[in-house]
């Protein structure tokens, strides 16, 4: 992955939903490096837990978990993620939820363009100790 570095006026500029699709990606590569860290085992088996952490309704719980801990800065990405004008909603999860992940995944991406991988790391860190997620 890149290391640059977006200025706060490029990411102030950014729609939210750009901001959630590079999150996507980055909260995936974390949900996978987490996995892996734990002794891998097979790649169907860690492919079935990824599903069960970049779910919408599990990203909606993990932004639950983690809304304490963030900064008011923070908190601001995640109320433009939330009100991301989405035009579908996937099966198996409520509209609420899906915009809950889309408010997730808006963070993450905005912290990782950010330069700001630290931050990501931590509140992925307070995620997996608040949630319980093996």
Known sequence: MTDKVLAPEALRSM???ELAYVGDGVYELLV????AGQGGGRVGQMHRAA???VSAPAQAEALT???PFM???EQQVVHRGRNAHVHSCPAGCT????HAATALEALFGYLW????????????EKMLEVCHAS
């Open 32 to 35: 996978r490096t987490h996995l």
């Open 65 to 67: 978990a983690l809304t």
């Open 51 to 53: 599903v069960a952490y």
């Open 113 to 124: 363009l950010a330069g700001r991988k630290d931050r990501a790391a931590e509140l992925f």
């Open 71 to 73: 900064t008011e800065e």
């Open 95 to 98: 509209v609420a939820q899906y």
């Open 15 to 17: 729609g939210p939903l």
